[in-house]
């Protein structure tokens, strides 16, 4: 789009702006004639406006053309005036002959040269004798200054003015003597400056060995000698990057470089002031960082950690009292926070990360450059780029990871070896378990395990990371998991050795005894495991919270699953010793008349009390519930597999026998609990004394509570020597058409019932030819079943602690340090 295009466009859009701004609705249509005069008057102003302006500036350009039209005479009048010159210094006429003039000009200028050399030559035979007082009086004034190194340094600069002048000579001097002179003649020269180079060479040692100081000179308030050494400093730069750029151009052939004084240009030396009195401040630093190390970490590298706080001073220093003496260009605080930074961060990884610390060396590293680095952006405003690379050189997550890649290592070695000290004496079983002071017995096993897990996760925690301590929780979680596996797996072991034995001979004595202290150790770590959690949790984001309570949930869960089994194998040893008593139940003669019932109750009595004395109080109740179950099992498993019941003396039998186990089991409390639990026992002794007529009635009630069973229930009325077998099918048919009708299920909506886990049983023992083993294999499955539900319904009830009701609520006891013989 061309510009009058564009114009127009605007203008366009201009007009149309006006017209909506000015004539918005249809009265402002009356306006017209008035805001047609407003506007004439403004258009009027502006064509005054725009010729005047247009008359100035025709003015301003004809007075500029004439000013350069007077320049351009100017410059040719010039150019002529030199061309008559050069014509005068030619001298030659229209022959090509010299003048007289052209002659007597030539012999003028070979004269001033002479002249000027003569000059020159009285000039530096004067500068010559008079070098050697001169460089004497300045070595006075020099070691003047040396002998106090904090001092004024009241002839620095006077010595530098005198030097620098003295150098030029003697460079010019050189020069001019290596495009001339003989070789002799030069090394004369040179022997006969060299006392002036060794004092400008004591200069220089001076000047940087204050600027090597300059922290120290600051600090004794000698900021004007600081001053002095960067005027010089500045000074010599500035003098570098002349000569520098002289010898460029020349080189270069740049023009108008043939006018600069080639001899003072080629003949100075270039010095790099400034560099060697960084290098020397920097060299200053490392010196301060090694003596803090001799000092501190001689013989505990991590002792310099603790003793770092001069670094903070002296760079409070630097920017307070020395960046303002300093040119801006050198950004001098920026520059020793950057020196600092990098002496620093290689001492800590060439001499601390690079020897394989502990994790808790690890940690205080971690948490010295976090420190570090916040000191120095909020204390000391550094900008963050400042301190690039970090001080470990990207490290920090490594350093973290190996911190907490030791902590787990840490973890997998001790509890490697507590499970190996434990395992070897709970299978040994050389000496009796420890027990408390309330007759408990126990095991180090957990005591030992969550000291170790408590000090490593104070280790975690410390490193102010949530990620860290969670990780490191769900690895110790890991590890109790591994320990609760193989305690299983060696209660297994055990309990089968002693289960299959077929002399007493065989096994090592204690076993129950062992038995009950790991159960109580397991409830007991259960008890540990919640308070890690309840101290961890508080340390960590909701969003970590999570991860440790599902880890530690799982790590109780697993406690509580090995004190279960525990529990389920004290019940087992018990049936062990009863399998004689068990096979005679419903047989006769010796079921009826020798009270084989009352034989398995004494003997559960006797154990019971053993279990009472030195299990703890939550666990027995837990097994009183298993013992109950496996009694019941046993029994009812016996009733299905009996051929024959004689009446009325099986009831009889059957009425005593339940009125001895309520006896024995509500004697340890919870009766009502007991009496529900034995109420099956009663419904059995209901279809054991109906008669054909109400057998149907007493049927019902028992099928609503425990399912149809009617196998069973046939069984048993089959097996009365007083009902018909006409009798029992129609009974038998009456039952099954209900049934049906009801549509009730094997299985209650409430749950498996005691009687169908002891038709499982039965039906186990009948493919396997062992009655009480399938028992035994059944309860224990039963009851894992029932015990593995107890974290999940705790949790939901009142979180992981609420695990404890369950278990009748309080803590398990700690062990003691006597000792008693094992029982027998």
């Known amino acids: 789009m061309s510009l009058a295009a564009a114009a127009t466009a605007q203008a366009q859009a201009s007009t149309s702006n006006f017209v909506a701004e000015h004539l918005k609705s249809p009265d402002d249509l009356s306006k017209i004639v008035a805001l047609r005069k407003k506007l004439l008057k403004e258009q009027a102003t502006l064509d005054a406006k725009l010729k005047s302006g247009a008359k100035e500036q025709l003015e301003a350009t004809r007075e500029g053309l004439l000013k350069l039209q007077a320049t351009k005479k100017d410059m040719a009048g010039i150019r002529e005036a030199f061309a008559e010159i050069e014509a005068l210094a030619d001298g030659a006429d229209s022959r090509g002959a010299k003048t007289k003039g052209a002659e007597a000009f030539a012999i003028i200028t070979e004269v001033s040269q002479i002249h000027r050399n003569f000059v020159q030559t009285a000039t530096m035979l004067q500068k010559l004798s008079a070098l050697p007082g001169q460089v004497d009086e300045l070595s006075v004034w020099l070691e003047h200054d040396q002998e106090d190194a904090m001092g004024p340094a009241t002839y620095l600069l006077p010595l530098h003015f005198h030097l620098s002048k003295l150098e030029a000579f003697r460079n010019e001097t050189v020069q001019t003597a290596r495009r001339s002179a003989a070789a002799d003649v030069q090394n004369q020269i040179a022997d006969y400056f060299a006392p002036l180079d060794n004092l400008v060479k004591a200069f220089e040692e001076h000047l940087f060995a204050l600027g090597r100081n300059i922290m120290d000179l600051a600090r004794e308030g000698r900021t004007n000698v600081v001053v002095k050494v960067l005027k010089i400093v500045d000074k010599e730069s500035k003098e570098d990057e002349k000569a520098a750029a002289i010898r460029l151009a020349k080189k270069a052939n740049l023009e108008g470089a043939s006018r600069f004084r080639s001899v003072v240009a080629n003949a100075r030396v270039i010095k790099l002031y400034r560099p060697k009195v960084l290098g020397g401040m920097e060299r200053a630093a490392k010196e301060l960082f090694e003596e803090a190390w001799n000092r501190f970490a001689a013989e505990n590298p991590m002792g310099l950690l603790n003793n770092l706080d001069w670094i903070y001073k002296d760079l409070e220093l630097v920017k307070e009292e020395i960046a303002p003496l300093f040119p801006e260009d050198y950004n001098i605080f920026r520059w020793y926070v950057k020196a600092y930074h990098k002496i620093l961060g290689t001492m800590l990884k060439d001499r601390i990360l690079a020897t394989d610390p502990e994790a808790s060396s690890l940690l205080t590293l971690y948490q010295f450059t976090k420190e570090y680095e916040s000191t120095m952006k909020q204390e000391l405003g550094v900008d963050v780029d400042w301190l690039k690379p970090s001080l470990l050189g990207g490290k920090e997550q490594e350093i973290i990871d190996d911190y907490l890649s030791l902590i787990i290592k840490k973890i997998d070695e001790w509890s490697a070896n507590l499970m190996s000290d434990e395992v070897r004496a709970f299978v040994a079983r050389e000496n009796p378990p420890d027990e408390d002071t309330e007759g408990l017995y126990g095991m180090q096993g957990a005591v030992i395990l969550f000291q170790m897990v408590n000090q490593q996760m104070d280790l975690a925690a410390d490193s102010g990371q949530g990620s860290i301590l969670t990780r490191a929780i769900d690895h110790a979680c890991k590890a109790m998991a591994n320990c609760q596996a193989t305690w299983m797996r060696v209660l297994e072991s055990e309990f089968k050795k002693q289960y299959e034995a077929k002399n007493p001979d065989e096994i090592v004595g204690g076993l129950v005894e062992y038995v009950i202290a790991l159960a109580n150790d397991q409830l007991k770590s259960a008890d540990h495991a919640e308070a890690l959690q309840n101290r961890m949790e508080p340390l960590v984001s909701q969003k970590y919270k999570v991860q440790i309570r599902e880890a530690i949930d799982n790590a109780i869960n697993g406690f509580l699953d090995v004190s279960k089994r525990c529990t389920q194998v004290l019940v087992e040893l018990v049936f062990a010793d009863l399998r004689p008593a068990v096979k005679e139940l419903f047989q006769f003669p010796a079921w009826y008349a020798e009270g084989t019932t009352t034989l398995i109750t004494e003997t559960i009595r006797d154990y019971s009390q053993d279990y009472a004395s030195h299990l703890n109080p939550n666990l027995f109740e837990v097994l009183q519930d298993d013992m109950i179950e496996r009694f019941l099992l046993a029994y009812i498993g016996s009733l299905r597999k009996c051929s024959r019941l004689r009446m009325p003396g099986a009831a009889d039998r059957m009425r005593q026998d339940t009125e001895d186990v ?163």
């Open 662 to 824: 309520m006896t024995l089991f509500t004697g340890y409390g919870r009766e009502e609990e007991m009496k529900e639990k034995l109420e099956v026992l009663n419904q059995i002794i209901g279809l054991l004394t109906a008669s054909s007529t109400m057998a149907f009635l007493s049927y019902w009630s028992f099928a609503k509570a425990h399912g149809p069973q009617l196998a069973f229930v046939e069984h048993i009325w089959r097996q009365r020597d007083d009902l018909e077998r006409s009798d029992v099918a129609a009974i038998m048919e009456s039952c099954k058409r209900k049934v049906a009708a009801e549509g009730l299920t094997e299985i209650p909506e409430t749950g498996a019932t005691i009687v169908h886990r002891a038709m499982q049983a039965y039906s186990a023992s009948a493919s396997t030819g062992g009655a009480i083993g399938a028992a035994s294999s059944l309860f224990a499955n039963v009851v894992t079943k029932v015990g593995g539900s107890m974290m999940d319904t705790a949790t939901a009830a009142g979180g992981s602690g609420g695990w404890r009701g369950l278990l009748g609520g309080g803590g398990s006891s700690g062990s003691g340090a006597s000792r008693i013989p094992p029982s027998a």
